[in-house]
């Protein structure tokens, strides 16, 4: 980062601390989105800011939020013969209830870590022979890629290859956060690279009908701290509160249509179990008519049991902006990166992880 | 998992278009969104979801640059 831009950083962290220190009480801000929480740790503006805004994550940590359960549910796909399974990286190690999709690799399952789905449908199209799943992850932003993938299969005319669609909406996450009353925030960071795709008017409800200011932010430190001076300031009644789109060089008020409409007719939204928030409904993201036969659920059905909760694990209250990672009695004793007992702190992009990596009030603004 | 990063379009051959990522050449795919060669596009997980919006990407630039004059920095 240039030097211009990180006194310009200085300038509105020093902004943000003078006019939220005269609040009574410091200010609670979400970021919804796990790339967020990495970024704002990285940063430093956590601990920069600390005393006068509390950052708090929200459940936007795609492979934090998928339940114990739905890890079980892809972990029985080892039992397909012939089996090649395919995910991002993020998911490898997040453990289910009884094993991970890296314990089930280092026992023999062939699973492989893939950049894009599309690199999944060109193995089933190398091995026709064997059955290729794509275990989907993530939220509206990761969706598209996994519906062009099927498109792709179907225009290959493919029949090996399938998807385990665990991808979730943002919007009735949030308005599930905000209905179950916790959390009680003073304003919300809207995702922003999710915000591409469903557009900044998808969040027009926060102001709307919640009255909680809303910005939607990039992921540098100034795009950051621009997005949190106009919470701040909205917070404080020093401008009306409202939806502002700090990262309208990327994010369109109506969002990418065409990603949308592939999404309305690829998928269709159902119940969904969510980590912390337990099960919303229309928040899931699974496939739609005739390309249920692309579903690796229909086409490998198991019967997986409902876990037992882990013990101990304060992820779920984590995930709701409840609890700072800190301040459960696993972190960084009997829970740390090289040996994870929950999912928030197995995720790069998890909250556990980035404060544990991050954390220190030590830590220095980019420049 | 929503990380995405920004490239240049080099050409574009119907649904994929070689683009420049920080210096690395690579084919993404392009039905989501319309784009001609030296456009900005948003990479995630092979696809581009968007096209960076010149006149929105010249504006924020010129407001910072403002602010910092007005900042004295």
């Given at each position: 980062?240039?030097?211009?831009?990180?006194?310009?950083?200085?300038?509105?962290?020093?902004?943000?601390?003078?006019?939220?220190?005269?609040?009574?009480?410091?200010?609670?801000?979400?970021?919804?989105?796990?790339?967020?929480?990495?970024?704002?740790?990285?940063?430093?503006?956590?601990?920069?800011?600390?005393?006068?805004?509390?950052?708090?994550?929200g459940p936007?940590?795609?492979?934090c939020v998928?339940s114990?359960?739905?890890?079980?549910?892809?972990?029985?796909?080892?039992?397909?013969?012939?089996?090649?399974?395919?995910?991002?990286?993020?998911?490898?190690?997040?453990?289910?209830?009884?094993?991970?999709?890296?314990?089930?690799?280092?026992?023999?399952?062939?699973?492989?870590?893939?950049?894009?789905?599309?690199?999944?449908?060109?193995?089933?199209?190398?091995?026709?022979?064997?059955?290729?799943?794509?275990?989907?992850?993530?939220?509206?932003?990761?969706?598209?890629?996994?519906?062009?993938?099927?498109?792709?299969?179907?225009?290959?005319?493919?029949?090996?290859?399938?998807?385990?669609?665990?991808?979730k909406?943002?919007?009735p996450a949030i308005r599930a956060l905000l209905g179950q009353?916790g959390a009680?925030?003073?304003?919300?960071?809207?995702?922003?690279?999710?915000?591409?795709?469903?557009?900044?008017?998808?969040?027009?409800?926060?102001?709307?009908?919640?009255?909680?200011?809303?910005?939607?932010?990039?992921?540098?430190?100034?795009?950051?701290?621009?997005?949190?001076?106009?919470?701040?300031?909205?917070?404080?009644?020093?401008?009306?509160?409202?939806?502002?789109?700090?990262?309208?060089?990327?994010?369109?008020?109506?969002?990418?249509?065409?990603?949308?409409?592939?999404?309305?007719?690829?998928?269709?939204?159902?119940?969904a179990q969510w980590r912390g928030l337990g099960t919303i409904?229309?928040s899931?993201?699974?496939?739609?008519?005739?390309?249920?036969?692309?579903?690796?659920?229909?086409?490998?059905?198991?019967?997986?049991?409902?876990?037992?909760?882990?013990?101990?694990?304060?992820?779920g209250d984590?995930l709701r902006g409840e609890?700072?990672?800190?301040?459960?009695?696993?972190?960084?004793?009997?829970?740390?990166?090289?040996?994870?007992?929950?999912?928030?702190?197995?995720?790069?992009?998890?909250?556990?992880?980035?404060?544990?990596?991050?954390?220190?009030?030590?830590?220095?603004?980019?420049? | 998992?929503?990380?995405?990063?920004?490239?240049?379009?080099?050409?574009?051959?119907?649904?994929?278009?070689?683009?420049?990522?920080?210096?690395?050449?690579?084919?993404?795919?392009?039905?989501?969104?319309?784009?001609?060669?030296?456009?900005?596009?948003?990479?995630?997980?092979?696809?581009?979801?968007?096209?960076?919006?010149?006149?929105?990407?010249?504006?924020?630039?010129?407001?910072?640059?403002?602010?910092?004059?007005?900042?004295?920095?």
């Amino acid at each position: 980062m240039p030097a211009e831009k990180g006194k310009l950083v200085r300038q509105y962290v020093e902004r943000i601390r003078q006019r939220a220190a005269g609040g009574g009480r410091p200010l609670r801000l979400m970021e919804f989105c796990g790339t967020h929480t990495t970024a704002i740790s990285r940063s430093g503006l956590r601990s920069l800011l600390a005393g006068t805004v509390e950052l708090v994550s929200g459940p936007g940590c795609p492979v934090c939020v998928t339940s114990d359960w739905e890890i079980d549910r892809m972990l029985a796909y080892s039992d397909v013969p012939g089996v090649i399974l395919t995910t991002y990286g993020d998911l490898m190690r997040v453990p289910g209830s009884h094993s991970s999709l890296a314990e089930r690799r280092s026992e023999g399952t062939d699973i492989r870590v893939v950049y894009s789905p599309l690199d999944a449908v060109a193995m089933a199209e190398a091995e026709p022979d064997r059955p290729v799943i794509f275990l989907g992850v993530g939220f509206e932003t990761t969706a598209p890629a996994t519906a062009l993938a099927i498109r792709e299969a179907d225009r290959r005319k493919l029949t090996n290859f399938f998807v385990h669609s665990a991808h979730k909406a943002t919007v009735p996450a949030i308005r599930a956060l905000l209905g179950q009353g916790g959390a009680r925030l003073d304003g919300l960071l809207c995702p922003g690279h999710v915000s591409t795709v469903i557009g900044s008017e998808a969040f027009r409800f926060l102001p709307e009908e919640f009255g909680l200011p809303a910005a939607v932010g990039g992921f540098e430190p100034l795009d950051l701290v621009v997005a949190l001076d106009y919470l701040v300031e909205a917070a404080l009644g020093l401008r009306p509160v409202g939806l502002y789109n700090g990262y309208s060089r990327w994010v369109r008020p109506e969002g990418n249509e065409r990603a949308l409409a592939l999404l309305r007719e690829t998928f269709e939204l159902r119940e969904a179990q969510w980590r912390g928030l337990g099960t919303i409904p229309e928040s899931g993201m699974g496939l739609r008519g005739e390309y249920r036969r692309f579903d690796a659920e229909v086409a490998f059905p198991a019967t997986v049991p409902q876990p037992v909760p882990r013990k101990g694990c304060r992820c779920g209250d984590v995930l709701r902006g409840e609890l700072i990672p800190s301040q459960c009695p696993l972190f960084s004793k009997v829970c740390t990166p090289s040996r994870p007992y929950g999912p928030c702190m197995v995720s790069g992009e998890g909250a556990c992880a980035a404060f544990y990596r991050y954390g220190g009030e030590e830590a220095p603004v980019e420049v | 998992m929503c990380l995405a990063v920004p490239a240049q379009v080099l050409s574009v051959d119907g649904s994929k278009a070689q683009v420049d990522i920080q210096g690395n050449r690579r084919e993404v795919d392009v039905t989501l969104v319309n784009v001609q060669p030296g456009d900005w596009v948003l990479i995630h997980a092979g696809i581009a979801i968007q096209v960076l919006d010149k006149e929105q990407a010249e504006a924020t630039v010129a407001a910072y640059r403002e602010l910092r004059e007005a900042l004295g920095i």
